[in-house]
């Protein structure tokens, strides 16, 4: 099956700096690659995706880019605020079968 | 719309006690899972239905059950609760497989002791 690993597990950057998380799959057949926030108590919820046919897509302060061919992809925030300080996680799905989550970065905002 | 619903919130349960999570969804989606997630890791998927009628198995089913009648309500059935069961649970619902967005609920915390 799909295998997801997500780096690093913790990140801390300065207010308005840039933060990256980077996650790799493991299979090829994979085609669709969401990233989640999730905060204290709540459940994830959805904040980018990507197909498999696009290799970057941006919404405002947030981007992700993928690489099919080394199967690997990222998340890249920009002007961080105290509000991105969460849990993101990346994930991986190729069917009906739900997605493949990676174990999560805990991003944390210094001010 | 109410979106993904859950019930309860949190629980605790004795060593072999029985449980039912419910979770509702008002999307009208023909897709939902139940997740696990332990302090930590990511989300494990337990099992999923792409239909009502319809279920299979994710990564780590044993030790639950599930039933989908209706397109909005899949409930999950714990029998003979076991430390290892302990856990954060979600429950997600989505259109289509290739529509993308998973939906999710607020989870319910449960602790077996």
């Known amino acids: 099956g799909e295998n997801v690993e997500q780096h690093p597990s913790t990140l801390s950057v300065q207010e308005g700096d840039s933060a990256v998380i980077k996650c790799t799959y493991s299979?090829?057949?994979?085609?669709?690659f969401p990233w989640y926030k999730q905060e204290l108590g709540k459940g994830p919820q959805l904040i980018i995706d990507?197909?498999?046919?696009?290799g970057e897509k941006k919404d405002q302060r947030i981007a992700v880019t993928l690489n099919k061919t080394a199967k690997h992809f990222s998340l890249h925030i920009t002007e961080t605020q105290p509000e991105d300080s969460a849990v993101y996680f990346c994930?991986?799905?190729?069917?009906?079968?739900?997605?493949?989550f990676g174990k999560g970065t805990h991003l944390i905002i210094q001010p | 719309n109410a979106g993904v619903t859950q019930t309860p919130k949190f629980r605790i349960l004795k060593i072999g006690q029985s449980m039912t999570l419910q979770c509702t969804q008002d999307m009208n989606h023909n897709y939902m899972y139940w997740y696990r997630q332990d302090p930590g890791m990511g989300l494990k998927l337990i099992y999923y239905s792409v239909g009502a009628g319809i279920t299979d198995k994710g990564e780590v089913p044993n030790g639950y059950n599930v039933s989908r009648s209706t397109t909005e309500d899949f409930p999950l059935r714990l029998e003979l609760a076991a430390p290892s069961q302990t856990s954060v649970y979600f429950c997600?619902?989505?259109?289509?497989?290739?529509?993308?967005?998973?939906?999710f609920g607020p989870g319910t915390r449960l602790t077996v002791t």
């Open positions: 299979d090829s057949a994979s085609n669709y």
């Open positions: 990507i197909r498999s046919n696009v």
């Open positions: 997600a619902s989505s259109y289509s497989a290739s529509s993308g967005e998973q939906y």
């Open positions: 994930a991986a799905r190729g069917g009906a079968d739900g997605l493949t």
